[in-house]
């Protein structure tokens, strides 16, 4: 069965599914909701969506739409560098200093901001709807003396030839994806990207007062559960109403995790279990 | 003098900069990081770039770029509602219902999902880097039976009309944009827009344990001084590190943040205070 994806086609979303799944076919689809509702459907196997830091992806959308729309599980995630190369057409491959024209994401281009005032300082920045669009757009036009900024999916993909690897400003840029299945049972930890596990839930406090994510937070603490991430998001129901997603680092139990839940559930708020899973590092 | 903000013109972030500085002349920026600069560099007077849920900027960045890059004081906030409109060249007004392509940013497509799925059913959906710039192609190619989702703004800049207001899916939707400027003084709260003053701090915590969260957040709690966000980010220094944005809902006074920040360096974290400022809502 297809693994679906947030497309285009070799963009970094792409590249997450295949280290995940890489002898399965993959489906691209134009938006996260759309991704998400194909797995909820059984059109395919699972989704993979990005979560954080996503270049081509609108970030909030992932979770809120899991959240409020389409409560899929989370059953897998993985974290990939973002390693942006300089690409440019085989034909221009011995110029590639004189290129006139760079194309890529806007926020790609932003990433590479240091290399492009050095190394192209002059070269007039495109900003296009993906990267792998930068890199499909010069592959069509030999003619131009132009460059794309786009990962090597993309070069591979387009026939392109990479003439200046990791062009990024910065090597601690990561992206963040995860996978969503109608399939109860998490992705197996037989990888050698395998990580370890966490589990993720979502706190909705019953009303905005001081000191009540504190309270939350204990309920964790004095169990010794470590937390990776605890992000707050305007609810809904109006400006001043937060949520918070929450990623323990341990893996379900009968015990520890439920415990926990039990008592914040106890104080008044809302628990909302989204997974919990293997996670990954590429 | 000039207020900076995150370009192309006409998008939501050049909205919230004309409502923050009605009677001053706006200057677009191509990346978050240049426009910060200029602020730093005294180009400009201020600049007015994205922090939450925007379409065109990557979000993470402005934060990233104000920890790690250049340390400006963030001086004033804005939340300003994301509302989408459907708009034609005014040719084509009686007809728009007939219009077989809409040509938007990805994201504001996504945000207009059950609109385009219901009303304009078939239409091909285009992508292209900015609202503002699927309104210019709009605008300059009459002949095409094509819309554009944009904001009001663009619409006026264009000499679109708007066939149908508010095609987004959720009211909820809001970005949220912060001005930041070498003057240490916060904006004016002479404002109808003023909401209230918070402050904007930055912990990095000593190692990852369990429980350090805890320890800082206490240090708030029995302040009772309310959180209305937190938010951890992974740290340059690898996976598995992170640092934490918190924002306190008061303005910095001489005992209680003062307190809290000096009880949270005691317990081995280093804080970076980013601003306290006058929030608005539009």
Known sequence: MKIGYLGPKATFTEAAAALLFPSQPREPYDTIPDCIDAAAAGEI?????PLENALEGSVNLTLDYLIHEQPLPIIGEIVVPIE????????FTPHWRE???VYSHSHAIAQCRKFLHTVLKGAKQVPMTSTSAAAKFVSEHPHLPAAAIANRLAAE???LV????NVHDYDYNHTRFIVVSRRKEPLSPASPLYAGDKTTVVVM???DRPGALHQVLSAFAWRRLNLTKIESRPAKTGLGNYFFIIDIDAPMDDVLIPGA???IEALGCTVQLLGSYPYYFA
């Open 84 to 91: 942006q190369h300089l690409m440019v057409h085989p034909y």
């Open 157 to 159: 993909k387009y026939g």
């Open 45 to 49: 196997e699972a989704a993979v969506v």
């Open 162 to 165: 990479i003439v200046q690897e």
């Open 261 to 263: 839940i039990a008592e």
């Open 205 to 207: 406090l019953p009303q």
């Open 99 to 101: 290129v006139k024209e």
